[in-house]
């Protein structure tokens, strides 16, 4: 997914934008259950420094950002193009007032079965979690 993001940015960028892929979240407990599933789990809580939820959107990015299917876009401040031309060539439309994306907010989750799957694709086709 990641590879994917860099080539269609490098394809389509008009200048200045940033490009925040429509991913799925999952919780931590949900990955020691995908590659550990018979370990006991001790919750702890947060370390210093550790967050619960990565924000990717702010509600003041979200002033400028345009959502398109697979993506959203965080357009620049003073952008060196006309905006409503590329909401219109993307076939985009400006997010809600007070979006944020978060991983809190997110309506897609990896159970701890995904995030195996995600495994045997990309790290060991034999991996049995």
């Known amino acids: ?3 994917d993001l860099v080539l269609y940015a490098l394809e389509h960028a008009w200048g200045g934008e940033i490009f925040v892929p429509k991913i799925p979240s999952y919780k ?3 990955v020691a259950r995908a590659i550990g599933p018979d370990c ?3 919750i702890v809580g947060i370390r210093p420094g550790e967050k619960l939820h990565e924000e990717m959107i702010t509600q003041t990015d979200a002033l400028s950002t345009v959502e398109l299917p697979r993506y959203y876009v965080i357009l620049p401040a003073t952008p060196p193009w006309d ?3 590329f909401i219109t060539h993307f076939d985009g439309k400006r997010v809600p ?4 994306y978060d991983s809190a907010n ?5 159970s ?3 995030i195996r799957d995600e495994i045997r694709l ?3 086709a034999s991996f049995a979690g």
């Not at 007032?97 to 944020?100: L, T, Y």
């Not at 997110?106 to 990896?110: A, P, S």
């Open 112 to 114: 701890a079965e995904q």
């Open 122 to 124: 990309h790290v060991d």
């Open 1 to 3: 997914e990641g590879v």
């Open 28 to 30: 931590i407990t949900e």
């Open 40 to 42: 006991e789990q001790k």
């Open 106 to 110: 997110n309506e897609e989750w990896l």
């Open 97 to 100: 007032e007070n979006f944020h």
């Open 83 to 85: 905006v409503e031309k």
